[in-house]
């Protein structure tokens, strides 16, 4: 997992899973959030969250 930060400076956790070696898809979480309980957008800023939108 890797700690990312939203456009907005929020942290999200990223985590990358592979069933697949071509098949990738990405969760999303935030911090003080329940653990596993995955988001779509910032809780902060509403900004929806994708790998190619986090810095
Ligand atoms: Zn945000």
């Given at each position: 997992m890797q700690e990312r930060y939203c456009k907005c400076g929020n942290p999200v956790i990223v985590q990358y899973h592979s069933k697949r070696s071509e098949d990738w898809f990405t969760r999303f979480w935030v911090m003080g959030?329940?653990?596993?309980?995955?988001?779509?957008?910032?809780?902060?800023?509403?900004n929806p969250l994708s790998i190619d939108s986090l810095k």
């Amino acid at each position: 997992m890797q700690e990312r930060y939203c456009k907005c400076g929020n942290p999200v956790i990223v985590q990358y899973h592979s069933k697949r070696s071509e098949d990738w898809f990405t969760r999303f979480w935030v911090m003080g959030s329940t653990f596993g309980k995955t988001v779509k957008a910032c809780p902060h800023c509403g900004n929806p969250l994708s790998i190619d939108s986090l810095k």
